[in-house]
């Protein structure tokens, strides 16, 4: 339902994930600016091009609107719902190899990703973020039992877990991957037969 989520009356987000599906690059990257521009999402373009291949053009934003990463915590709170936004900071710089930005990135997602154990929080998004965390740091086994667990209570990522996630590419081709896959297409799938939807695939 892509073209519907493109009405006004959706989340910014909504809409850049739609216009990302539909391959519609260049009105997705004019939406990222337009929004970093007034402020309301100074994050976006590096999400939009930390996970599109253009690893390069999210750390030139980056690094032309923050001298560090604690200025750009400061901006985009990471116990505020900008836990995400660094983890695409900490996969752009492990993309091209600044493994210093990339720890420290890291690091910052880890001390968050505690607190919000300490203060109680779990729901099947941020246990899906933990499993792109736990990827990234190189504990698959891990991943692929948070992403199971994010799956399993209820979590949809489109048809894809790595639709907007590049980080999780590596686990693509694992059996264990591929299974957690097809529940969450399949829970998709009932959800849309319930709502008289074509079955997707």
């Known amino acids: 339902q892509y073209e519907k989520a493109l009405d006004e009356k959706f989340p910014a987000w909504t809409r850049l994930t739609a216009l990302w599906s539909l391959g519609r690059m260049e009105e997705a990257t004019l939406l990222a600016w337009e929004r970093a521009n007034s402020g309301e999402d100074v994050a976006m373009p590096i999400a939009l091009f930390a996970n599109s291949g253009q690893a390069e053009k999210a750390i030139q934003y980056f690094e032309e609107r923050w001298d560090n990463l604690a200025d750009f915590e400061k901006d985009v709170p990471l116990l ?111 959800v849309r037969a319930e709502l008289g939807l074509e079955q997707l695939t």
Do not use: C
């Open 80 to 190: 505020g719902g900008g836990l995400n936004d660094m983890l695409d900071v900490a996969f752009a710089y492990g993309t091209v190899g600044n493994e210093e930005r990339f720890n420290e990135a890291m690091e910052r997602t880890r001390v968050a990703l505690d607190s919000l154990d300490e203060l109680g929080f779990n729901n099947p998004q941020l246990t899906f973020s933990r499993a792109v965390f736990f990827t990234m740091a190189g504990d698959r086994e891990k991943a692929l039992g948070l992403l199971a667990q994010s799956i399993d209570s209820g979590y949809v990522n489109g048809t894809e877990l790595a639709a907007g996630w590049s980080a999780l590419d590596v686990l693509k081709g694992e059996p264990e991957y591929q299974a957690i896959e097809d529940r969450m297409i399949e829970h998709l799938n009932r």
